[in-house]
């Protein structure tokens, strides 16, 4: 039986006092024992940023890779072994930006990854700098004001509908609840599932942190008739922003096949599991027979 | 009257199947116990342009294609504008009766035009569009090869398209090979004749380091299609159902790379394949394999570059960028296998450094070596021999023992850490593009165990380097002249130094393959003996020549460079060492 302790890293976070990214620690190890879950069972890769650093504070499987690349690492580690649960952590930067290509092409497959993304609309480790989410105008070091970002941000919910996606969801760190039930439930899906988790940056994005958000968010869960099985009305919802927010599900269809479903080679189970083949001379002379 | 000694060039436009047709006659010809070398010359077009396919057919091996040519196979006037230079006094030329050529200055040199009605016999007999196979009927007429090899390729070739497509073009070729023995094997003095002998493959590098990688137990593919190495993924994909392999098109080269990197990590023999600019995409994956430690092997075909360069040309000209991609100090391996055989061996050979050294492996090719056939006897690619040694991998059982914990980067003597998969209560570990302590954690970044891991790292290059194969010398080992190649040059400067000596030069050549690590300490004994030192290559800038002063103080006297795109052959070697 998993316990929360089974999960405890041997290193202390180094984020600032008040990141957003403690809620999600902790939150995704809650998440994790509750859908039963052992540290072994799990990989979780990341990118480069704070947020990044998360495989280094918990006892977990992990791989903190490169800049915008944990996707297609990841998908390769599950595709060699779909006997582990993926997760990919990473944030906009990562996700949206240098890893803008990985993201669409993994979920119009349907791969079958969990990405939780640590949007906090600026990038922190570097001090500073605007994110494919930082808003329009926004000021930061490199788009100071008046003019401040000059680009539209990229919309995370609207973009994965668009690309066919099977579980798109948002939450935010100032609910934990919320963000536990909807980690759990991202992490239940079979297929590509977002979670894209708004996270407050207290150093480098005070505009947008807890206080901007509290009293805009809210939850589709609490509208009586929010269907998220209905693609247009989540695309209205993905189209939702400043002073209303939506959380939770913003979509979601079940059932349909994974890529790795399709995958012909994995329907005899984990492909490193299956071994290697003891060749025989027939293998040998229908192997040459092609090139007489 | 020669016999079984020649070239045959098909020449056409894109689309008119001459590749099709040159692989094919390349294989009738093998089924007759010959020899075969072929050489695919393409333009970066699907219809129009020119493109030929050039095969050397004898009795004995073969190691290169050479520039003369006795018999073009001319589809268009532009093939005998292009290539009628090549053809040697008393050479000929089929082509269509309807084709334009202007005969006088060929007649003046002996060369005898064997015009045919190619294009009716195809219309007549099956569909114009089997004009190619009506002059590979005439091929074998006007040499008096054996028609019933030619049939059977053609034979297996069609058979997937039906009994009618299969009968119209033996038809075809049946017409038009009568037509041509008839009228002008009189006149022509080559002939070929099928002899006894053990049936050969006919296979490119390409396919030849296929091979070994799945005898080697690769079970996963990610790649972006890019010329040359391309038909390495659409074999693999042919053959991912019966061998059970996971082949992904990736979205570009960086997802392909990472990919196999988190493929290898979890424990699947995983190989990830492109050429020089997919490779520049792929660098920071190449670090990230070195600084995790995860096994990777990487097939890069050269083509000349920079940028797109031309792309379905020949250079060896990414030596220095494979040696020295990426940031930071960290051990890889190169290979450069310079023949089928060595394809064959550095296909399985590379999953077995990859694991053993945990560390990237490039296979470093090119388009001459990774489309050109060759006979090889199935004996000559060892099937047999491939071993699969997976290094320090800890087995089930031996992670079922240990006790307190695992760190998965342990410092070693060897540098080579015990290495567990994600999936074992037991090891659970990180793997860390950080500069990062024994257990991977990454964040303390202290100064001792950044020099601690580097060094860890780098030591696992000094058992690497007696894994490496040293350079083969073919010639006597005393000579006033000393060839020194790498990789593809193999064939052309073998066949040039053999030549060279036949005619009383004392010229021998020492051809490398397994470039780094390098075994410096070997090779100056070797070459000191040598007269004269001429490096022969492919690019521009005589790239090995600078690698092997950087390793070995050794300067060489000359560079022999060809850098238009071009394979060298022996002929151009030949010159270029008479000047």
Redesign the interface.
Same mark, same amino acid.
């Given at each position: 039986m998993v316990e929360l302790r089974d999960y405890d890293g041997p290193v202390r976070p180094t984020w600032c006092r008040g990141c957003g990214n403690y809620a999600i620690l902790n939150t995704l190890k809650r998440a994790l024992v509750a859908v039963g879950l052992a540290p072994h069972e799990v990989l979780i890769a990341t990118g480069i940023g704070c947020g990044s650093k998360l495989p280094d504070y918990v006892t977990v499987n992990g791989f903190t890779s490169l800049h915008g690349r944990p996707i297609p690492i990841a998908q390769g580690v599950h595709l060699a072994n779909h006997g582990l649960k993926v997760i990919v952590v990473s944030g906009d930067g990562d996700t949206y930006g240098e890893g803008g290509n990985h993201f669409i092409n993994a979920l119009r497959r349907n791969a079958d990854i969990t990405i939780i993304v640590q949007d906090n609309r600026v990038y922190g480790l570097t001090k500073g700098q605007y994110s494919p989410t930082s808003p329009k105008g926004f000021p930061t070091k490199t788009s100071p004001a008046p003019a401040g970002v000059i680009d539209l941000p990229i919309n995370p919910i609207a973009l994965a509908l668009a690309l066919g996606a099977t579980f798109i969801a948002r939450s935010w760190s100032g609910a934990l609840t919320h963000l536990a039930d909807t980690m759990v439930a991202a992490l239940r899906h079979r297929g590509s599932a977002l979670l894209d988790v708004l996270q407050p940056c207290v150093t480098f994005n005070r505009n947008y942190a807890y206080d901007y958000y509290r009293p805009r968010v809210y939850k589709v869960e609490e509208e009586s008739d929010y269907d998220p099985a209905d693609r247009e009305g989540a695309w209205k919802k993905a189209h939702e922003w400043g002073d209303h927010i939506p959380l939770g599900v913003i979509y979601r269809v079940e059932g349909l096949p994974t890529y790795e479903d399709q995958v012909a080679a994995l329907a005899a189970g984990p492909l490193v599991e299956q071994g290697f083949r003891a060749w025989t001379e027939a293998d040998y002379r229908a192997l040459e027979a092609e090139f007489l | 009257m020669p016999t079984n000694d020649m070239t045959f060039k098909i020449g056409g436009e894109a689309g008119q199947g001459v590749e099709s047709s040159g692989i094919g006659f390349a294989?009738a010809l093998?089924?007759g116990g010959l020899h075969v070398f072929g050489l695919q010359d393409y333009m970066s077009r699907i219809r129009g342009g020119h493109n030929f396919y050039q095969i050397r057919v004898g009795d004995r091996p073969l190691y290169s294609h050479t520039d003369e040519v006795h018999l073009l196979l001319a589809l268009q006037s532009e093939t005998i504008e292009r290539h009628r230079g090549e053809i040697v006094a008393g050479g000929g030329i089929i082509c269509d009766d309807g084709l334009e050529v202007n005969g006088e200055e060929l007649t003046g040199r002996g060369i005898k035009l064997f015009r045919l009605p190619l294009i009716r016999i195809a219309e007549e007999v099956g569909d114009k569009i089997m004009s190619n196979t009506a002059a590979l009927g005439a091929a074998a007429g006007v040499v008096e090869y054996d028609f019933e090899r030619v049939a059977s390729v053609i034979r297996d070739n069609f058979a997937k398209k039906g009994q009618p497509v299969v009968d119209a073009n033996l038809g075809v070729a049946r017409r038009a090979c009568d037509f041509a023995r008839e009228h002008y094997a009189a006149s022509f003095d080559y002939r070929l004749k099928s002899i006894d002998a053990p049936?050969?493959?006919?296979?490119n590098g390409n396919?030849a380091l296929c091979?070994g990688a799945?005898?080697a $137990?690769c079970? =996963?593919v990610?790649a972006y299609p890019m010329t040359p190495i391309t038909p390495i993924i659409e074999w693999m994909s042919t053959h991912? +159902?019966r061998?059970?392999?996971?082949v992904?098109q990736?979205?570009?080269e960086?997802?392909?790379i990472?990919?196999?990197?988190? +493929?290898?990590?979890?424990?699947?023999r995983?190989l990830t394949t492109t050429s020089g600019g997919g490779f520049c995409l792929m660098v920071?994956?190449l670090g990230?394999a070195g600084m995790?430690e995860t096994p990777l092997v990487i097939v890069e075909g050269q083509r000349p570059g920079p940028s797109t360069g031309m792309p379905t040309r020949t250079e060896q000209g990414d030596l220095l960028f494979a040696l020295h991609a990426s940031q930071g100090d960290f051990p890889r391996i190169v290979l450069a296998p310079g023949s089928v055989e060595e394809c064959f061996d550095a296909g399985w050979r590379a999953f077995n450094l990859a694991e053993k050294y945990q560390c990237p492996v490039i296979v470093l090719i090119d388009t001459f070596l990774a489309n050109s056939v060759r006979t090889v006897d199935?004996k000559d690619l060892h =099937?047999?021999a491939?071993e699969?040694d997976r290094g320090a991998l800890l087995t089930k059982e031996e992670l079922d023992r240990l006790s307190d914990g695992y760190a998965r980067y342990t410092i070693t003597e060897t540098g080579i850490s015990p290495r567990a998969?994600? $999936?074992?209560?037991n090891?659970? =570990?990180?793997?860390?593009?950080?500069e990062h302590t024994e257990?991977?954690? =990454?964040?303390d970044e202290d100064p001792d165990n950044r020099v601690r891991m580097v060094e860890k790292r780098l030591r696992k290059l000094e058992a690497a380097v007696r894994d490496m194969r040293p350079p083969t010398l073919f010639g006597s080992p005393r000579a006033d002249t000393t060839f020194i190649g790498w990789g593809s040059s193999y064939g052309p400067v073998r066949e040039a130094v053999d030549r060279l000596n036949e005619e009383g030069e004392r010229v021998n050549f020492l051809h490398f393959t397994d470039l780094w690590p390098f075994a410096a300490d070997g090779i100056g004994p070797r070459l000191e003996p040598a007269g004269r030192l001429v490096a022969v290559e492919n690019n521009a800038t005589g790239q090995f020549a600078r690698f092997l002063r950087a390793g070995t103080g050794i300067r060489v006297d000359e560079m022999l460079l060809r850098h238009d795109g071009r394979p060298l052959s022996p002929e151009y070697v030949l010159s270029g060492f008479k000047r």
């Open positions: - | 294989k093998a089924r049936p050969r493959m006919v296979i396919h091979l799945l005898l $137990g079970r =996963f990610s991912a +159902a061998y059970g392999l996971v992904k990736a979205e570009d960086i997802a392909a990472c990919m196999a990197i988190g +493929a290898n990590h979890a424990g699947v995983a920071e994956g990230l995790t199935r =099937f047999e491939v699969i998969l994600p $999936g074992h209560p090891a659970v =570990f990180v793997a860390c593009s950080d257990s991977g954690h =990454f964040e």
